[in-house]
Nanobody
Framework: QVQLVESGGGLVQAGGSLRLSCTAS????????MGWYRQAQGNQRESVAI??????NYADSVMGRFTISRDNAKNTVYLQMNSLKPEDTAVYYC???????????????WGQGTQVTVSS
């Protein structure tokens, strides 16, 4: 069984910064991608940033403000969020696409979500 545990959400004023962390644990052979998604109230879940073994991708709305990084030894992904705006307010979810065993198909896993609220 695989678990993703997030931390680092909270309340911050516009222009401030937060750092989210997510650690994957359990039966893991290889993690292919890790990323962050968010869902604002009344909206669909959207991709924020994804990191693979070859690079990272960002949503246009966070480019230049957010930075995703990954510590493979710790199965952990981080999201440094700077210059936060009220429109960044959402529940942020960690995602991992991984293999639980050598040769097994990749499976998709989600964290429980962490609230980020940016006040104006």
């Amino acid at each position: 069984q695989v678990q993703l545990v997030e931390s680092g959400g909270g309340l911050v004023q516009a222009g401030g910064s937060l750092r989210l962390s997510c650690t994957a644990s359990g039966t893991i052979f290889r993690i292919n991608t890790m990323g962050w998604y968010r869902q604002a109230q009344g909206n669909q879940r959207e991709s924020v940033a994804i990191v693979t073994h070859s690079g990272s991708n960002y949503a246009d709305s966070v480019m230049g403000r957010f930075t995703i990084s990954r510590d493979n030894a710790k199965n952990t992904v981080y999201l440094q969020m700077n210059s936060l705006k009220p429109e960044d307010t959402a529940v942020y979810y960690c995602n991992a696409v991984l293999e639980v065993d050598n040769g097994s198909p990749s499976t998709n896993h989600w964290g429980q979500g962490t609230q980020v609220t940016v006040s104006s």
